[in-house]
C-alpha cells in the first residue's frame, strides 16, 4: 500500500467509496445524503488530503482543513472491501506527519459522540478515533448545532 497525495483524478474513486459508505439506515453507514451529493465532492477539490492505493487502486482517503487556525481532519473513507487492515490509521499518520513537520501542536476531528454511535456504524469510529490516539475535548448537544445527533470534538497532540 502506498499513501499518496490526493489528484484531480482520483475524484470519482473517492465518490465510489463514499457511496459504498452511504448511510443504508439508522443504525448502518457513515455519509448522509448531503455528504455524498453537496458537501464531499466540494470538499475533496478544495481540501488537502491523501489517498491510500494497493495496486494501482484506491481504498481510502483522507482530507484535513483549518478552523480558526486549527488542524482538523474533514472526511476519512475506507473502501468496506479494506476495513480492519491499517488503511484508516495509515491515513491519520500520513496527515500527522505533515503536522508535525509544520510545527502544529494538535490536530482535531468531530464526529458522533461516543453514546450516539452504540449500536450505529459510528461506534467503530469513535473507538477508532480513541485507537489512533484523540480524546474527548467537549461534546456538542445536537440542539446547540442543529445537528442529528451529539457531536464530539476529540483532539490528538502532535508530538
Known sequence: MIIRKIREDDYNKILEIVEKLKVIDEKRGWFTEE???KLIPIDIK????FVAEEKDTIIGFITYISKNGEPFIGWIGVDPDF???GIGRALVEKVYEVLKKIGAKEIYVETPSKKEGLGTSY???YKFYEDVGFELVKIFPKEEREENCDMALLKKKVL
Open 83 to 85: 476495513h480492519r487492515k
Open 123 to 125: 461506534e467503530g469510529t
Open 46 to 49: 478544495i481540501q488537502r488530503g
Open 35 to 37: 455528504a455524498m451529493k
